[in-house]
């Protein structure tokens, strides 16, 4: 999924109800940390990738979680780790961050291939191989196997939710940023339709805590998107009360936020509409491709979000309905 403006328009507000903290652009190591460059091969094939491990890895003997990120079209590992600012969360909290890089082998666009029948569905395709990936960095760094993240950008996004549903048993939850439902698109003509107009896809059969973000302003992928991911992820939970609330980030954007909890819980399906972003990483440094840093700060509240849910062991021995 090709993206058309590198940062969105910095709105100028005079009054705020909530300051934003700029995703930090440092990528180099914290003392004691790495992020190095690995290659996974499988039988359905091979993926270069960067890891950030924290220096507390170092110097403690305990179970990290493990957040995964998969960049949009024409981005790169590095690239979306500097736009994002994850890894300086991961070193600030205390999580492994695993970035794989798509092949223009695979995609000469760099795009995950979300929108082929072949690449939707759990073992088989490239979700398969990430899978295949996730658990070998999972048994490699003696990862929290409860605590397994995947979040994306774009064609990233639609990858990690078809991620989660496919593989409920290996992620925890799931971030989408500017993506489209599983099942959107088959093929090269549906998926344009998708993107312009929006398609609800298929129905989910299993509980997958989501936190969408999407600009209304977004004029690759229509907005309609976030709200049909949004939809399909609520269709497997009872009960949830709806809470929605506005905001403004200082100086910058206003957002709506809707949230689905159990009573006064936590959410279980969180969707931000940041009202005049396009299709950037809100919240994002400047010095990463497709940011907006006028935005509420998704990086943060995607870790937030994912770290109070966790996999049951019952869930990590039964593999998805699907």
Known sequence: MRTSTRSAKTIGKTTATKANSQTPAKTAPARGASFKTGTHKSVHGYLQYKLYVPSVAQRDVIELPLVVMLHGCGQTADDFARGTGMNALAEQLGFLVLYPDQSRRANIGGC???FKPEHQCRDTGEPALIASLTLQIV???NADEAKVY???LSAGASM???????YPDVFAAVGVHS?????????AVSV????????PG???HDQLPTIIFHGAADKVVNARNGRFVAMRALEPYDNLVKSETKGRVRAGQDYTRTRHRVGEGRPYIEHWLVHDAGHAWSGGNPTGTYTDQTGPNASQEMIRFFLRHRTTKKRRSMPSSK
């Open 160 to 166: 990690a939710l078809i991620l989660g549903t496919a």
């Open 179 to 187: 993506g489209l439902a599983v099942g959107a698109a088959h093929d």
């Open 139 to 141: 048994a490699e760094q």
């Open 112 to 114: 995950w291939n979300w």
């Open 192 to 199: 344009m339709a998708a993107m312009q107009a929006g398609n």
């Open 202 to 204: 298929q129905c989910h």
């Open 150 to 152: 995947v979040a994306g």
